[in-house]
């Protein structure tokens, strides 16, 4: 059964820092893309940041400079460091992984970021 788990969301002050981790397990196939998502109260989920196999990346306009999307192959982890926080930046964010040949998309339980003073 596959499963992705996220840890290290919080509550932050602005312009503060946070690192969010998601590990996979239960995965057999290569994982293609690893990523995250957000969703804020009453929005839309969007793309936060991707990152492929090979390591290129890919930002949303909001977070381009403030955040670092990095992956470890070896364990299936994906990271997003998250640096100079606003409010706006406030949402439940969401693991995301694409497996195998077919593409298979998984989503882990989500954590949650406020940034708030």
């Known amino acids: 059964q596959v499963q992705l788990v996220e840890s290290g969301g919080g509550l932050v002050q602005p312009g503060g820092s946070l690192r969010i981790s998601c590990a996979a397990s239960?995965?057999?196939?290569?994982?293609?893309?690893m990523g995250w998502y957000r969703q804020a109260p009453g929005a839309q989920r969007e793309l936060v940041a991707i990152?492929?196999?090979?390591?290129?990346?890919r930002y949303a306009d909001s977070v381009k400079g403030r955040f670092t999307i990095s992956r470890d192959n070896a364990v299936n982890a994906v990271y997003l460091q998250m640096n100079s926080l606003k409010p706006e930046d406030t949402a439940v964010y969401y693991c995301?992984?694409?497996?195998?040949?077919?593409?298979?998309?998984?989503w882990g339980q989500g954590t949650q970021v406020t940034v708030s003073s």
């Open positions: 995301y992984a694409n497996v195998g040949a077919s593409e298979v998309a998984y």
């Open positions: 239960g995965i057999i196939f290569r994982i293609n893309v």
């Open positions: 990152i492929t196999s090979g390591a290129a990346t």
